[in-house]
Each structure stands twice: as structure tokens, then as C-alpha cells.
């Protein structure tokens, strides 16, 4: 609680170091735990709850006081002041530790949305809890790095992690990957890339998406995991990116370039050269791609891998989900028993393709035993078989074609499962497993899954939701020469 400066006794400021010391003495004391050999007539007297509460009223009423600090903010023109205790701030921050060696009244300069969080920074520094909210979390982790305070700086940081999916108004996780990118936060900004890529459809329509960064923009461009409707539904948000923010031509053209064109049907394309606004002012930066879209979809796979390298980024689709290239899976009381589903696909995504269709077949198994878990029969009891546990299994997913084919030449099947779960009263996705062709299931599929449970993460409404996409992947046969 923020207080007038005054002038204190030198005895005083003595009292509240030793009064300070005495209590984290007895917090000390009351957290141990003692050996008492067994003794049944043992307990453990806990007063940990008061005490803190005494703690909280002496920062509260600045009792025993032997420092002062200043927080100076150009939001206004008074500062904040704070009577505190030398110890307990020198105990947590080896910052306020050399601030306070030489002198009982600092002033600080803080930004004015760390200035409104510096009482609640304070009062973690004595009770070793805050409670934060989503617009807080940023500031709140440049108070405690600024000031060293370690603890708080890890636990904000695992609080970001782990509310990505909370929804706000203006969305965040845009804003908390630049942050992790000027603090150098790496694991905080591998959690936020794997949201948005995830998750991108759903920022694609939100206020956050304007204030993508053009290296974040770029960053996301290049995966082949992100999951959204379509790659026209991408262009269209990077149109209106460019639109809005007017990069200068060579960082607009570097975009537009990423952009996979032989993803979009031949009469989309046509449309775009024809509307598009941004595609006719960049048309020369982006020709040589749109002519070889067209020219992937008038010849056949096979003649067209001749003499293009269709093994790049540019001819490999991302997660769609767009019907063509998959089908949605609810199973409800995914527990119970073994399910299973057809749906189909297109061949490929040239038009040359486009009629035709693979029928995939799906089988789920939510107790599936791996080998080494099967019954057996046991050697010390004739007729005996291991008991087995329901749990020891683990859920399976198997996904195989229906029907082979000579189209299948040069064709490849990448499968890609989502699981859907629901996070802050929204439906997102949280969980991707991948597996290629040579394989028809994912090794790890769901393994630290609970679906026995109702209230399991996994579960929506005791459902399982997945999606099933499956990504044909072209490969040369022949190569010629140049």
C-alpha cells in the first residue's frame, strides 16, 4: 500500500529488520519437517497462514519500516511510495539487495503499466503469491527480470504457456510471442508459433492479426502444419495484411511469393489475377509462380514432375480442412469400445486429380494392448495368464487406403490427426499427430491420453473430436537432366 514519505528513527528501522528476521525465522522453522523417529505422539504445529497475513499487514501499515521506495511513472505526476523492509526485499532480489546496501530511499522510474503493478510486484516479494491477469502478465515479467526475481519470472512464464486459448477481446498471442522473441524466451515462443500455426483460422479473423510482425508473418508463411480452411483462405488474410500495413514492395513481394499457389484451384486463380488489388501491383514479382500453378494443373502429376521439382514446399499442402481433404470424427464415449469410419479424399491437389477419389478406412481402439502387454500364459502356474489391467492399454488410431491403384504412382500419403479440446469455453486444437505413408498409424497417438476419465482435457462433453486430413504428397519418378 502506497505511503506518504516520513522520517523514521534509526531504532525503529532496527526493530523492523529484526522483526523481519524473526518472522522468516519461524516460516523457516514452521516449513521444516523433523525427524521424529517414529514417535506416534508427534505433530506438526502449522501457523504458515498467519503468518503471512502478518506479513501482508506489515507491508500493508508499514510497521517496523527501514526503507523507501519511489516508483516515478509519467502517467502521473505524484510517485507511489512504499515502506517496505530492507530483508525481505533484499532476500528475494539481489536487484533491490545492491539498491538498498547504502541507502534507505530509492526511487524508481517505471513505465506506466509496470508503475500500476509495482504494489502487486511488492506484495509477492512478501508473500510469495499474486494473482495476474491476461493484459498483466507482460508487465508483470518485466518487473520481475528487471528485478531479478526469478521465481516470479518463471511462473509468469509458465502462466502465459498455459493460457494461450484464454480468450480476450483484442487476442494476446500475437502480442506475447514478440515479447518472447525481445527477452529471448524460447520455449515461450515455440508455445506461442505451435498455437497460431494450430490454431491460425481462428486468428486470422481476429483483431490480433493486423499486429503480426512481418518476420512472425514470414516465420508462419513457411510451415506446412498450419492448420486453416484453405490456402485461399490464407491469401485472402495476407491480402488484407499487406492492405492494412503497406509493407515496402520487397518485404510485400517476399510474401506473396510464399504463398503456395498450385494449392488453389485454376478458376480461384483466375478470380485473384482478375480482383485482387495487391496481386496486380505485385503481378511481376509473383508471374513466374502463377504460371507454373496453372501449368501443375493442366498436365498430369507425373509428366509435370519431369521437369519440375515437386518435391519443394511449394507443392506440398498444409493442414486443410476443407472437405476434399479429410473428414471430422466425433466419437462419443470413446472409452467404451472399438469404432470405425470411411470417408474420402481427392487423389491429389491438381486438377487433373480432381475426380479422382481414395477411400481411407479408420479404425479406433481405445484400450489397444502393444505386444508386450498381451495375455501370455505363465510358466509358474500351468493354465495362468497375467492379469491385465484395463489401463495398461493405450488408444490406437489405424488409417489405410481401401483400394490400390495405378494412380497411386508417384503419390504419397501424409496423415495428419487433430484432436480438438476445449480451453476456456472455446473449441481449439491442441494436440497434432502426423505419420507418412510407410506407416498406417501414429507410434504416440493420444499415449498420455485418460479417456477413462469424463473431465479428461481430451474430452469434449465425454467426446473425442478429432480430424483426419490426408496430404498427398507428390514425388519425382524420373529425373531429367537440365
Excluded at 500364459?377 to 491385465?388: F, K, L, M, T
Excluded at 504416440?444 to 491420453?449: G, P, Q, R, S, T
Aim: net charge positive; charged share 20%.
Amino acid at each position: 500500500m502506497a505511503r506518504l514519505t516520513g522520517t523514521r528513527p534509526v531504532a525503529t528501522r532496527r526493530w523492523g529488520c529484526a522483526a523481519a528476521f524473526l518472522l522468516l525465522l519461524f516460516t523457516v522453522q514452521a516449513a521444516q519437517k523433523a525427524d521424529f523417529s517414529g514417535d506416534s505422539t508427534a505433530a506438526t504445529i502449522n501457523h504458515s497462514l498467519t503468518l503471512l497475513q502478518r506479513l501482508q499487514e506489515l507491508l500493508q501499515n508499514g510497521n517496523g519500516s527501514d526503507s523507501v521506495l519511489r516508483v516515478r511513472s509519467a502517467a502521473s505526476d505524484e510517485p507511489k511510495v512504499f515502506h517496505t523492509h530492507q530483508l525481505l526485499l533484499s532476500l528475494q532480489s539481489e536487484v533491490f539487495e545492491s539498491l538498498l546496501r547504502n541507502q534507505s530511499v530509492v526511487t524508481l522510474y517505471e513505465p506506466p503499466e509496470t508503475a500500476a503493478l509495482f504494489e502487486k510486484f511488492i506484495r509477492y516479494l512478501y508473500c510469495g503469491g499474486v494473482s495476474i491477469l491476461l493484459p498483466q502478465a507482460i508487465p508483470m515479467h518485466q518487473l520481475a527480470s528487471k528485478y531479478r526475481v526469478w521465481g516470479l519470472q518463471r511462473g509468469v512464464a509458465e502462466y502465459m504457456r498455459t493460457h494461450l486459448a484464454s480468450e480476450s477481446s483484442q487476442g494476446h498471442v500475437v502480442g506475447w510471442y514478440h515479447y518472447a522473441v525481445r527477452v529471448g524466451d524460447a520455449a515461450l515462443q515455440e508455445s506461442c508459433l505451435q498455437f497460431l500455426a494450430w490454431n491460425l483460422s481462428a486468428v486470422l479473423g481476429s483483431a490480433e492479426w493486423g499486429s503480426v510482425s512481418v518476420e512472425l508473418l514470414l516465420l508462419l508463411l513457411e510451415r506446412s502444419d498450419l492448420v486453416l480452411h484453405s490456402e485461399l483462405e490464407l491469401y485472402t488474410a495476407v491480402e488484407g495484411w499487406l492492405s492494412r500495413r503497406q509493407p515496402e514492395a520487397p518485404v510485400a513481394e517476399r510474401v506473396l511469393r510464399a504463398i503456395r499457389y498450385p494449392m488453389i484451384a485454376p478458376s480461384q486463380l483466375f478470380r485473384l489475377q482478375a480482383q485482387s488489388a495487391v496481386l496486380a501491383r505485385h503481378r511481376g514479382a509473383v508471374q513466374d509462380l502463377l504460371f507454373q500453378a496453372f501449368q501443375f494443373h493442366a498436365a498430369s502429376p507425373l509428366h509435370f514432375a519431369k521437369y519440375f521439382d515437386v518435391n519443394c514446399s511449394m507443392f506440398l499442402p498444409r493442414n486443410y480442412l476443407a472437405p476434399s481433404w479429410g473428414s471430422q470424427w466425433v466419437i462419443t464415449n470413446p472409452a467404451r469400445d472399438d469404432r470405425s469410419t470411411s470417408f474420402q479424399t481427392q487423389l491429389g491437389p491438381s486438377s487433373h486429380d480432381a475426380g479422382k477419389r481414395v477411400t481411407w478406412n479408420v479404425l479406433f481402439s481405445p484400450r489397444w494392448l502393444p505386444v508386450s502387454l498381451r495375455p501370455v500364459y505363465s510358466d509358474s502356474v500351468a493354465g495362468a495368464i497375467q492379469p491385465v489391467r484395463i489401463e495398461d492399454g493405450r488408444p490406437r488410431l489405424v488409417i489405410t487406403p481401401a483400394m490400390s491403384s495405378p494412380d497411386f504412382a508417384g503419390v504419397s500419403f501424409q496423415k495428419t490427426v487433430l484432436v480438438g479440446v476445449r480451453q476456456q469455453g472455446r473449441v481449439l486444437v491442441k494436440h497434432a499427430y502426423s505419420f507418412h505413408q510407410s506407416s498406417d498409424e501414429a507410434a504416440d497417438f493420444l499415449v498420455h491420453a485418460d479417456l477413462q476419465k469424463r473431465t479428461s482435457e481430451y474430452l469434449i462433453d465425454n467426446s473425442l473430436h478429432l480430424h483426419i486430413i490426408i496430404k498427398p504428397v507428390y514425388h519425382s519418378l524420373i529425373k531429367v537432366k537440365k
